[in-house]
């Protein structure tokens, strides 16, 4: 495998060791932030990439809908943030604070997922980063609370 792949002038480097051992990591823009990409394969570099970029893309066109998805289930956060912090934030502020903090893609053929948590600036997570899936179909679900 190789050490270092560029993926639309993005350096990614193998991980030879720790959690991500023989997977990918670097960088990419996810949602106008510079956000940490994990990209598992055990395909050849070179024909997955296609593939990953058309996921990015997806996760870039798809704000909405993943966000729509994850209301569905959370939408007592508003109130929660607006109790804890004696504040009034409507829907619109909480769905704006919410950002991808990092990307996880594992490419196998048609087994093409992907997920990524999402955070909150400022913190209307509380700590917490919601876990969200996407299938090789591009089906949306909410994944639970972590951290």
């Known amino acids: 495998m190789e050490k270092t792949i560029t993926i639309d002038g993005n350096k990614f480097m193998l991980e030879e060791d720790g959690v991500y051992c023989g997977a ?6 996810v949602w106008g932030r510079d956000t940490d990409i994990v990209l598992e394969t055990e395909e050849q570099i070179g024909e997955v990439i296609d593939k990953f970029v058309e996921k990015i893309a997806w ?4 704000r909405t809908a993943v966000l729509d998805v994850f209301m569905e289930e959370n939408y007592d956060f508003i109130d929660f943030v607006n109790e804890e912090y004696n504040t009034e934030i409507t829907e619109d502020d909480f769905r704006d604070a919410l950002f991808v903090g990092n990307v996880y ?3 196998n053929g048609r087994n093409s ?4 948590d999402l955070d909150a600036e400022p913190d209307y997570l509380c700590g917490h980063l ?7 179909r591009y089906e ?3 994944g639970g609370l972590n951290g």
Do not use: Q, R, V
């Not at 990918?24 to 823009?29: A, D, I, Q």
């Open 24 to 29: 990918y990591l670097g960088k990419m823009n």
């Open 140 to 142: 949306i679900e909410f």
């Open 105 to 107: 893609i594992f490419i």
């Open 130 to 136: 919601a876990n969200m899936m996407i299938s090789g």
């Open 113 to 116: 997922e992907f997920s990524f």
């Open 59 to 62: 996760l870039n066109d798809n």
